[in-house]
């Protein structure tokens, strides 16, 4: 059951955690993963810098979104109790 002040968890990438205060999750809001960024760049500042290139994800770093690894970018919808992760991307193999 959703609760009117859950927000979405953000989970954040060890090599961003300086900008942070070292906290491995963060409750940001936003109903897209582009609001997420922006709210998380006005809680965090320099950390949309570490996410994004030219108005898009860096290229290298994946977002998974509740699991799930989308191609919406930054229009992917997100939930009050969604997690939000950002990982390197991992280029295939041989």
Known sequence: MERPDQMPVVWIPSLMRNLTKNQEQVSIKGETLREVVENLEAA?????DRI???????????????????????????????????????????
């Open 52 to 94: 994004c290139e030219d108005d898009r994800i860096r290229p290298g770093l994946a977002v998974s979104v509740d699991g799930v690894v989308g191609n919406e970018g930054f229009r992917q919808k997100v939930d009050p109790e969604s997690e939000i992760h950002f990982v390197t991307a991992i280029a295939g193999g041989a």
């Open 44 to 48: 965090y500042p320099g950390i949309k």
